[in-house]
Antibody, heavy 121, light 110 residues
């Protein structure tokens, strides 16, 4: 069974940084493409970005609102993907989900439990 | 403003069927597979349909999709009360080089 466990959410002030973590079990992590999706309170789903497996180049893609501020990386030895969020804005307040992409380019089959990020002065 | 368009709401009665539409463009739905996600209240999204009408294990065949040109639709037959929730279409957009979600459709089972 594929499972994802997230950690690292919290409350920060505008301009500060936060890192989210997501560990994947149940599939070979080295082959896994991973994605982050967020959902602001009462709003719809918004794709944040993805990271390909190293075998597929290990490259990243980001949504326009976070490009240049957020970065996704991975540690295959720990089955973990990271979302580094810098220069946080109030509008980044959301529940952040990590997910496993079962089929490229973005079909997300398994999801983490979510981590709440609150940005407020 | 989403690049994919969905109606904000839909409704149906138990046992009947409902369709939810999703409209996009040649850079997303017109070129790439459409995915459909279900999000029940207070839970993480769940993939319903992917990669040209594939259903993950455990998703009943009451859920089906279709696509024509730059539009797609999700059909749910034999509605159950537990189907009540939000439904999102999504696709990769080649112009944006990004995955895009529709704004979501809230399904009410009357």
């Amino acid at each position: 069974e594929v499972q994802l466990a997230q950690s690292g959410g919290g409350s920060v002030k505008p301009g500060e940084s936060l890192r989210l973590y997501c560990t994947l079990w149940g599939v070979p992590f080295t082959d896994a493409w991973m994605s982050w999706v967020r959902q602001a309170p009462g709003k719809g789903l918004e794709w944040v970005g993805r990271i390909k497996s190293k075998g597929s180049g290990g490259t990243t893609d980001y949504a326009a609102p976070v490009r240049g501020r957020f970065s996704i990386s991975r540690d295959d030895s720990k089955n973990t993907v990271f979302l580094q969020m810098n220069s946080l804005k109030v509008e980044d307040t959301a529940m952040y989900y990590c997910s496993w992409i079962v089929r490229a380019p973005g079909s997300m089959l398994s999801w983490g439990q979510g981590g709440l990020v609150t940005v407020s002065s | 403003q989403s690049v994919l368009t969905q109606p904000p709401s839909a409704s149906g009665t138990p046992g009947h069927w409902v369709t939810i539409s999703c409209s996009g463009s040649s850079s997303n739905i017109g070129k790439n597979p459409v995915n459909w996600y279900q999000q029940l209240p207070g839970t993480a999204p769940k993939l319903l349909i992917y990669d040209n009408s594939q259903r993950p294990s455990g998703v009943p065949d009451r859920f089906s999709d279709s696509k024509s040109g730059t539009s797609a639709s999700l059909a749910i037959s034999g509605l159950h009360s537990e189907d009540e929730g939000d439904y999102y279409c999504a696709a990769w957009d080649d112009s944006l080089n990004a995955y895009v979600f529709g704004p979501g459709t809230h399904l009410t089972v009357l």
